[in-house]
C-alpha cells in the first residue's frame, strides 16, 4: 500500500513535469497580447494625421518585418544608400529609429509586445533605442 502511493506519487510529478510545457503554451496561445499601432505618432509621420499605412501592406509587414530591416542595413551600412521607395511609392529613410520606432513609438506595447509572445528577442535594442541615437543608451 504505501509503495503503491509514492508510485502513485512518483507518476503524478512525473506527468505534470512531462506535460507543464503543454499547459504552459496553450495558457499562452489563449491569451494573445494586445498590439496596438500608435496612430497619433504614425499621423505625424506621414503627415496625415489619421489614414496611415506602413512601408509595406500589413500581410507582408507581419511576415516579413526582419527581412526588409536586414535589407535596409545592407543597403544603408554596405551601399550607402539611404532611402527606400515602398511598393506604393511613398519615400522613408531607411532607419530603424528614425522611421520604424517614430511610427511605432510604442515600442513596448508594439514591437516588444509580440516579440515577447513569440519568443523572440531581438538584439537590436542594444544599439538601437528609439531615441534617435545610435550606440545611445
Ligand atoms: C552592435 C550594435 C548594433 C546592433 C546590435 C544592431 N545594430 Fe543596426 N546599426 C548599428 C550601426 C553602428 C549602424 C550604422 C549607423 C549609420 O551608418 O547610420 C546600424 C545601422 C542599421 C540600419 C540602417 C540605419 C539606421 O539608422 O537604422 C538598420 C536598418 C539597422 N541597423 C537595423 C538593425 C537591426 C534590425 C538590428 C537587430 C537585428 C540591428 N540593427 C542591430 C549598430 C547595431
Ligand atoms: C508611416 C508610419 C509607419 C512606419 C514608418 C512604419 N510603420 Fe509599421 N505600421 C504602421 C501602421 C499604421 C500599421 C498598422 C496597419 C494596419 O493595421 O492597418 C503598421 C503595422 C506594422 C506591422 C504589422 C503588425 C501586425 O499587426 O501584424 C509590423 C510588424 C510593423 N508595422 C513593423 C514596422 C517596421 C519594422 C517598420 C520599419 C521598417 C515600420 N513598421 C515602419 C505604420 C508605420
Ligand atoms: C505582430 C507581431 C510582431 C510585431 C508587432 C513585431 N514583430 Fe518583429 N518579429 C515577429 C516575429 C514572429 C519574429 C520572428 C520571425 C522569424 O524568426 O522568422 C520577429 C522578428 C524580428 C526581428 C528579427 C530578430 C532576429 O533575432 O532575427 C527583428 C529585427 C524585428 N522582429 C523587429 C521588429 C520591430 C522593430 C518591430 C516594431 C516596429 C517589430 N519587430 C514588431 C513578430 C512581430
Same mark, same amino acid.
Given at each position: 500500500m504505501y509503495k503503491g502511493a509514492r508510485v502513485l506519487a512518483f507518476l503524478l510529478v512525473f506527468l505534470s513535469i512531462v506535460t507543464a510545457p503543454l499547459f504552459l503554451n496553450w495558457g499562452k496561445t489563449t491569451a494573445a497580447p494586445e498590439i496596438t499601432v500608435d496612430k497619433q505618432a504614425a499621423g505625424r509621420v506621414s503627415g496625415q494625421g489619421g489614414a496611415v499605412a506602413c512601408v509595406e501592406p500589413v500581410e507582408i509587414m507581419s511576415s516579413e518585418h526582419m527581412q526588409l530591416l536586414g535589407s535596409w542595413r545592407d543597403l544603408v551600412v554596405r551601399e550607402g544608400k539611404t532611402h527606400y521607395v515602398s511598393s506604393d511609392g511613398r519615400m522613408f529613410?531607411?532607419?530603424? $529609429? $528614425?522611421s520604424c520606432l517614430s511610427c511605432h513609438s510604442n515600442r513596448e506595447e508594439f514591437c516588444d509586445s509580440c516579440h515577447e509572445y513569440m519568443s523572440v528577442e531581438p538584439s537590436c535594442w542594444n544599439c538601437h533605442d528609439g531615441a534617435q541615437t545610435i550606440g545611445g543608451e
Open positions: 529613410e531607411m532607419s530603424l $529609429d $528614425d
